[in-house]
């Protein structure tokens, strides 16, 4: 390793002269001895050049179908690369690493638009893992390296070293093809060659700054022509969670179109009624400032933030409009929907590999190409070619090792669904070893005994009213005060959350029960989303969906604790879902202090807590006389119901 | 510079504190470097040819040099670092250096001061700042490339081995520096000084192998400077009043038969030459592009035939055309 460091280090050495000079002002005998200042930085970089070359992972497509770059970030075998790089491959790829061993590793999940993938290497728990640096923090003119396999040159699992600067940061490459789209990227003026995709490359210090993946190639061929790019470390981390979660994920949308106004500032100029961003109010017309944690000042920063964003994610948005500053939270939608996602991937798959009877024509200057359009870094066309060669049938069938099929389970929508049913299972454990399930011992549901929630308190109202909620397997209530709210039809939770009723609660407290009872496999179609912020804030929250009837449930969990921190029900997709906030203190494992029920970004009921039981359900009281929801609720909601009104109106309608 | 010299400063930009347990980014330097580049869009957009091309302010009051090429066929389009966009006017060309001045309308404009004297050789660290690929949109600060000069040489060393009318020395580099968008953009040292201008893309016309290569700031000085002050202006003198038919010069009594004007700005390349005309005595060729008359650009043939109608029939046209890559001066004697 130290070798490799050494002898990349003069080699670079060699192009500032230094060699030139040493050789010309000492004897052949003497030693050379350098300057404290460069041999400090020399040492530096030979340190940090061998912090990064153990994560650096060589991908092969077993079988002989191409390969290329990953780097490892996670001791239990997770490494991140590229999806282009992966999908010629399927789920299974073989890997090697600098230690000299090759791993088989297994698909875990895929964002095909934003080009990256996640994959495992099996056999070990103690992988060397890269330390992920900032990537916002990263400027042009940095040091930095690329590590990984170009040319798939790596066949002795020694990976590459190439040294350089960063370009440019905060770039945005436009979509090559259908899907690829590159925001906010690194600019590298460091070697990246075909089969560099997919691999780290580092600061100075051998921190991970980001995934390269792509190059700027036009008449010079395919290779390096100096500029090479690279998916920011910072949107890997917005959708690592998604990636864990073993699906095929999606980007977010504002649902509006925006333009850059020339004396500055990003306005819109296009918005869909049926976006969250509508409903915060951002109109025609109204300037976006700020978008999660980000100062926006042309359509292409909105672009480039927007691009680093996972479908469904909610960030903090602050925008102008009509002389007045409104800083809210905003709802992204996805970029595609479901099956034209799968559609669209399927389409920009690989063909299958060329026979090798058939003449090769890979002579880059041959090839008809688009002057506008940068050529996306396909290996599988290219980086394949050499591999290819002499072999028999296009796509010899490879047999998938065992403690690969291990961990492998194909459904639609999912790249492996086994991942995903493994976060569903660290999710109902963690929602069983919390409140209420640690208050009273979990009883076996049974016929004879039901049990169900009571749970008492206050409203944070002056003067407080008494609240009294009970859950039971097919009626809840909810009384404030001397005014009771009951549900004992399913159709009635969809229509209390569609009219954003104080008693939108009792659907998030239902599902609640039930999944703790029932567990994610019965409770209807249940799984793991990945990771978001909660309110616009991180730690990125864990997030498990449970679709139950007409409803979509979500459980918010801290990713430290696994506690509970918010139940999101959606009933109509183009409305405000309710939002039963969860706030304890202290003790993770405590009694919820809190519950405060929101729609939009008001709070509609705020309880102070002060007893939450576990009875058995004939031991609850119901009023004599049922009362209709919808219309005893009204009057006391006026707000929440007016924050819906427009949002009834289903037509996608660009205004 | 020397070589020990370029040692230090490596060692400086690479740890400019000298407790610094890495090398230091390059920083502040870059971004100075960066804000003096600037975006120009011009013509091109055809294949193969794009219509954009980098540049960089050497005045205060807006001046941008630039490589002469077909972008600034049409007025160009300047978009500075800070994202302010500009129409530019081309005040001076000089075809042998493949330069090109051009002002747009601001002032207090950073720029690069030039240097009488080359500021780097071969063995000193370099940083490439221009706009290549056109990857900077808007406000976006051009991309910024480092890498060293490999050589400072003569590129017709080898006759006819790169097409370029350009003769002078020119600053080898070993980054890919010269790519598609990246003609016009500046090579500054380690001191933060402007050490050249990248040129126009040049291929081996028998290796196909690229150059990398810059054009150095002290080649270019004289004439920038002599542009900037208005000493060496090609701009269309307006105000030389029109003589009459008779009196002025004209294409057909010089000897030259243009080819054909079919176009608003066809330019003005020489179709034949009449025998026993001053063209013919001054070894005017067909297929020559005329580019200047007494040190006006002609950017056409309608724009030649009335600057030669500014001339008196009994004086010298001092023409300066390119043949393939050479640059010269032809003295029209009536």
């Known amino acids: ?655 | 510079m020397n070589r020990l010299a370029a040692i230090t400063l490596t060692v400086l930009f690479a740890a400019s504190i000298s407790d610094l347990p890495a090398e230091a980014p390059l920083g502040t330097w870059v971004r100075d470097a960066q804000k003096r580049v600037v975006k120009i869009y011009g013509a091109g957009g055809l294949k193969g040819l794009e219509a954009y091309q980098s540049g960089f302010l050497v005045s205060p009051e807006g001046h941008i040099a630039t490589a002469w090429s077909y972008v600034l066929d049409v007025e160009p389009v300047v978009l500075l670092d800070d994202g302010r966009r500009f129409e530019s006017k081309i005040v001076g060309f000089e075809p042998s250096l493949e330069l090109a001045v051009l002002k747009i309308e601001a002032t207090d404009t950073p720029f690069f001061e030039l240097n009488e004297e080359p500021t780097v050789d071969w063995g000193d660290p370099v940083i490439a700042v221009s706009n290549l690929f056109n990857i900077a949109t808007g406000n976006e600060p051009a991309s910024v490339m480092q890498g060293t000069v490999a050589s400072v040489t003569d590129l017709n060393a080898r006759r006819g081995t790169f097409k370029t009318p350009y003769r002078g020395k020119v600053l080898i580099l070993d980054l890919i520096a010269n790519n598609p968008g990246a003609a016009g953009g500046a090579v500054i040292d380690s001191d933060g000084q402007l050490a050249g201008m990248l040129g126009k893309e040049l291929r081996d016309s028998t290796t196909g192998v690229w150059l990398n290569y810059a054009v150095p700031a002290d080649a270019l000085r004289t004439t920038i400077g002599d542009i900037i002050a208005g000493r060496k202006s090609t701009v269309i003198d307006s105000a030389t009043a029109m003589l009459p038919r008779k009196d002025s010069h004209n294409p057909n009594a010089l000897g030259l038969v243009m080819v054909p004007d079919v176009l608003e700005t066809t330019p003005a390349y020489i179709d034949t030459v009449s025998t026993d005309s001053p063209a013919a005595r001054a070894s005017l060729r067909p297929d020559d592009l005329i580019l200047l008359v007494n040190g006006q650009r002609v950017d056409s043939q309608r724009t030649l035939r009335s600057l030669l109608r500014t001339i008196d029939r009994r004086d010298n046209v001092e023409l300066t055309v390119q043949r393939d890559t050479q640059i010269l001066p032809v003295t029209l004697q009536p």
């Open chain 1, 1 to 655: 390793m130290m070798i490799n460091a050494r002898t990349f280090y003069f080699c670079s050495l060699f192009s500032l002269g230094i060699a030139i000079l040493s050789c010309s002002l000492s004897n052949a005998a003497d030693p050379i001895t350098l300057d404290p200042a460069l041999e400090r930085v020399e040492n530096s970089r030979i340190e940090s050049v061998a912090r990064a070359v153990p994560s650096a992972v060589s991908v092969f497509v077993p079988g002989g179908g191409g390969g290329g770059s990953g780097v490892m970030i996670s001791p239990d075998g997770y490494a991140l690369t590229n999806f282009h790089v992966t999908s010629p491959a399927g789920s299974f790829m073989r890997c090697g690493m600098s230690d000299g061993n090759v791993y088989d590793a297994v698909i875990v999940g895929i964002d095909p638009v934003g080009d990256l993938a996640m994959i495992r290497l099996l056999g070990r728990s103690d992988f060397p893992k890269a330390e992920l640096g900032d990537s916002r923090a990263a400027e042009a003119g940095d040091w930095c390296m690329v590590i990984g396999n170009p040319f798939l040159l790596a066949t002795n699992l020694k990976p590459t070293v190439t040294y350089g600067i960063l370009s440019g940061v905060g770039r945005y490459q436009y979509p090559s093809g259908t899907l690829l789209e590159y925001g906010d990227c690194l600019q590298t003026d460091a070697s990246v060659n075909p089969g560099n995709s997919g691999g780290p490359i580092y600061d100075a210090d051998g921190k991970l700054l980001g995934i390269v993946g792509r190059c700027s190639f036009e008449k010079r061929g395919r290779v390096n022509v100096g500029v090479g790019y690279a998916i920011s470390i910072n949107q890997a981390k917005n959708f690592l969670g998604y990636l864990h979660s073993g699906r095929i994920v999606d980007h977010a949308t504002l649902g509006a179109t925006v333009s850059t106004e020339p004396e500055g500032g990003v306005v819109v100029s296009n918005i869909l009624e049926s976006s969250d961003a509508y409903r915060r109010g951002l109109r025609y017309g109204s300037e976006i400032l700020e978008i999660d944690g980000r100062v926006v000042q042309t359509a292409n920063d909105l672009q480039n933030v927007m691009a680093t964003l996972p479908n469904g994610w909610r960030v903090k948005m602050s925008y102008r409009s009509e002389g007045k500053t409104v800083e809210t939270l905003v709802r992204m939608m996805g970029v595609h929907l479901e099956d034209e996602l799968l559609k669209k991937m399927a389409g920009a798959l690989p063909p299958p590999p060329p026979r090798p009877q058939k003449p090769s024509q890979d002579d880059p200057d041959a090839e008809p190409q688009d002057p506008d359009a940068e050529q996306g870094d396909k290996p599988n066309k290219n980086e394949n070619r050499p591999r290819q060669r002499g072999q028999g049938p296009a796509k010899p069938a490879v047999k998938i090792p065992q403690q690969v099929k291990d961990q492998l389970v194909e459904r639609k929508g999912f790249a492996n669904y086994h991942f995903n049913l493994a976060e569903q299972n660290s999710f109902i454990d963690a929602l069983r070893n919390q409140f209420p399930a640690t208050n009273t011992a979990i009883k076996p549901p049974s016929a004879d005994e039901q049990q169900a929630w009571l749970i008492t308190g206050e409203t944070d109202q002056t003067p407080a009213q008494p609240v009294t909620i009970q859950v039971a397997a097919d009626k809840m209530s909810l009384q404030i005060g001397q005014k009771t709210l009951e549900i004992d039809k399913r159709s009635e939770m969809y229509d209390v959350v569609t009219d954003g009723s104080a008693a939108g609660l009792l659907p998030a407290l239902d599902a609640w029960r039930r999944m703790l009872n029932d567990g994610p496999r019965k409770f209807g179609e249940s799984y793991y989303l990945g990771t978001m912020p909660l309110g616009g804030e991180r730690p990125l929250r864990d997030v498990m969906v449970g679709l139950a009837g007409e409803l979509e449930v979500r459980w918010l969990s801290h990713p430290d604790t696994g506690a509970v921190e918010a139940i999101e029900v959606f009933a109509d997709r183009d409305g405000d879902p309710a939002e039963l906030w969860l706030l304890r203190e202290g003790d993770s494992k405590a009694m919820p202090s809190v519950i405060d029920l929101r729609y939009g970004i008001d709070s509609t009921l705020k309880i102070n807590v002060k007893s939450w039981e576990e009875v058995p359900a004939e031991k609850l009281e119901w009023s004599a006389e049922k009362k209709s929801v919808k219309n005893s609720d009204k009057p006391n909601l006026e707000k929440a119901v007016g924050a819906t009104q427009n949002t009834n109106d289903k037509d996608e309608v660009k205004v």
